[in-house]
């Protein structure tokens, strides 16, 4: 059984709904990138399973954490869940954290609340935890402020408190988008660090797709509040078949490739108050035909693994193809 | 050769930070010392991290900002003082995109309104001319017809991008300085408007400094790159060789520090230590702390940008070699 279990999971806001049933599992350990544009709905996705969006949401569906019912539970017992198994991290460390109060306090909160840590021990678990997210000299500032530390630390202080309930799962959801080059390696290393010493699993929330495949073992698409494919890094990187997968990666420079015109993908997303009748990629799709624009597919698994939700994919071949017309 | 368009010759900037009634406040030297030039249609990329000064030195170029110290030349002349009417004059030949087309516009003006101000404040056109070059301008950046009556709020990050670059060139400018003009969309529509200011730059002959952090845009679109690390320009060369070749050390931990798809973390160089805060500049070479060639001469000695074996670079490092080298 998997270690979370979303089923048909769909969020609507005044009526509007911007997710249309997500189905995902989780297993325990394993790292699973979540890509798309803003507004597809991949933070809204790990929000509503966590209880964490604004009353005026309405969710439905279901999410199990081993077999537990998070969706429609008392509130206090997504609260048991939420820190203590499943911990998250945002993108914009300084507005997470309570910019009064001492760092190490915040972290002694967790300790407290999840593992009934108090007194020197809390104290000594928050410095052990600030020395394993690579604070320096962490002994010694567990009681400063927020502000004294640069952004790339702060965000390390995030994680730490995120380990402090010892989650089985951590969702990271850009956690590395506001930071600077150099520090977002630094962060990207101590996450893939951090999982390989505590076997924890991770959902990696990001719209850099090349970090993605550094860190995650497999990886979902999403467009428009839909899953529209799924499958491990490897296969999803080497032949996306999505033409929106597709689109994603010609979008995007490469550095190791010249001056040149990029291929951007047309249009924009569509708003959630109006999406297109069929599939909702169907505007901006250079293959899509006229079932695409009545028809919405499903998402459905593949012969050759992973899922996909498209009638008109990209076959297997075309890469071969593109090179037997450049070797020709 | 022919001469450069701008021109900037140790150019510093300071400001005074953290000061009370009590205290004076510490010198920040934001930016410390640069020389570049940047010809006739040509694109320079600015890049650096948070704090090295880029956008400093962007706002200076423009006369937006008084240096310290040193000068900025555009066609050769001195940068006249801000808010003098020559240096209005200057102002429409040269303009600014930066990062958040949302603050830059106005909230409570039409889109063809906000394009046209500039040819009203310059006096370059009113009536149905001015109509006629708002529409031309609009379409040149792609923006649709019915667009024209809409408010910022109704259009999306992408299409308000377009509006601050039609209205940026609306008095033709001459110079451009793109700050960070993509970094607040999606990749998706990055690459439209990155496509877009190409053909307008290319179109125009429009010379161009492009500061970002985005190394895979600023490879895509940029003829030469600046490297800058605490106010100061670490390396510069032609982007073909600054991305394949990476000589100064920071430079290659930038480059390595782009995750690349289908290649794991295995690799990379992953620098030490903080992002240099220009509050506290170490001695010596700025970068030194977290440099994994440093030695003690590079902790007390300041690099000079010099060219080693072919490639300005400020690194001790770079020394050496070049001298067995020749």
């Known amino acids: 059984m998997a270690f979370v279990s979303i089923r048909d999971l769909k969020v609507a806001f005044d009526g509007v709904q911007v997710l249309h049933g997500i189905d995902l599992d989780i297993d325990r350990g394993e790292a699973v990138g979540l890509v798309g544009e803003s507004g597809c709905g991949k933070s809204v996705t790990w929000l509503a399973a966590l209880g964490l969006l604004p009353g005026k949401a309405r969710v439905s569906g279901s999410v ?31 507005s997470s954290l309570n910019p009064v109060q001492r760092v190490g306090r915040q972290i002694a909160e967790s300790l ?34 927020p ?3 640069s952004g790339g630390q702060c965000q390390r202080i995030m994680i730490a408190m995120a380990l402090a309930g010892q989650p089985d799962l951590l969702i990271a959801d850009e956690p590395t988008t506001a930071l600077d080059a150099t520090i977002q390696a630094q962060i990207l290393d101590l996450l893939a660090r951090l999982r390989a010493e505590t076997g924890m699993a991770m959902v990696f929330i990001s719209h850099d797709l090349g970090a993605v495949s550094a860190v995650c073992d497999r990886a979902a698409v999403m467009y428009a509040g839909r899953m529209v494919e799924a499958g491990g890094i490897e296969r999803l990187f080497a032949a996306p078949r999505h033409p929106y997968t597709r689109g994603l990666f010609d979008a995007i420079p490469e550095l190791d490739a010249g001056r040149g015109r990029l291929n951007p993908i047309q249009g924009v997303v569509p708003d959630p108050k109006k999406l297109p009748m069929g599939c909702a990629f169907f505007p901006r799709c250079t293959r899509a035909s006229e079932l695409c624009r009545i028809e919405r597919p499903d998402l459905k698994p593949q012969p050759q693994g992973g899922h996909l939700a498209c009638f008109r994919p990209l076959g297997e071949d075309t890469r071969t193809w593109a090179r037997a017309e450049e070797l020709a | 050769m022919t001469p450069p368009v701008i021109e900037a010759r140790g150019l510093v900037q300071k400001y005074e930070s953290g000061r009370s009634l009590l205290k004076p406040g510490r010198v920040v030297r934001a930016v410390d010392g640069i020389d570049l030039a940047v010809r006739p249609g040509e694109v320079l990329g600015v890049v650096g991290e948070s704090g090295s000064g880029k956008s400093t030195l962007g706002r200076m170029l423009l006369g937006l900002e008084s240096p310290a110290a040193g ?13 003098t009417d020559e240096w209005r004059r200057l102002r429409a030949r040269m303009q600014l995109i930066y990062q958040d087309p949302l603050a830059a ?15 009203r404040i310059h006096r370059i056109a009113e009536g149905p001319e001015l109509h006629e070059r708002v529409a031309a301008l609009m379409a040149r950046v792609g923006l649709r017809p019915d667009q024209a009556d809409r408010y910022p709020h109704e259009l999306s990050g992408g299409q308000r991008q377009r509006v601050v670059i039609a209205r940026a060139l609306a008095t033709g400018p001459k110079f451009l300085v793109c700050d960070e003009p993509v970094s607040a969309l999606d990749v998706s529509i990055q690459a439209q408007v990155v496509n877009l200011l ?8 429009l010379t161009m400094v492009f500061i970002s952090h985005d190394l895979k845009v600023v490879r895509n679109i940029c003829d030469r790159v600046a490297v800058m690390y605490l106010g100061r320009v670490v390396e510069e060369a032609p982007s073909d060789q600054i991305f394949t070749d990476p000589r100064h050390p920071y430079t290659r931990a930038l480059v390595s520090s782009v995750p690349k798809a289908g290649q794991g973390l295995a690799g990379r160089i992953i620098l030490q230590g903080e992002p240099p805060n220009p509050a506290a500049r170490p001695d010596g070479c700025a970068f030194h702390p977290r440099c994994p060639l440093a030695d003690a001469a590079c902790a007390r000695e300041v690099p000079a940008l010099e060219r080693h074996r072919g490639r300005l670079t400020a690194c001790l490092k770079q020394r050496p070699v070049a001298q067995t080298a020749a």
Not at chain 1, 66 to 85: F, K, S, W
Not at chain 2, 71 to 83: E, H, N
């Open chain 1, 64 to 94: 199990r954490v081993e077999g537990q019912e998070l969706i429609g539970a008392p509130a206090r017992m997504v609260e048991r869940v939420r820190g203590a198994r499943i911990a998250m991290i945002f993108q914009d460390p300084s």
């Open chain 1, 147 to 149: 502000h004294e530390f």
């Open chain 2, 71 to 83: 000068k900025v030349l555009f066609d050769g002349a001195a940068m006249p003082a801000p808010r």
């Open chain 1, 112 to 145: 407290a609340l999840h593992r009934g840590l108090r007194g020197a021990a809390a104290r000594a678990e928050t410095v052990r935890l600030l020395d394993m997210v690579g604070i320096p000299s962490a002994a010694t500032r567990v009681d400063l402020y």
């Open chain 2, 105 to 119: 516009l106005d909230r409570r003006m039409t889109i063809a309104d906000q394009i046209g101000e500039p040819l």
């Open chain 2, 198 to 205: 190409r053909d307008l730059q290319e179109q125009e002959g």
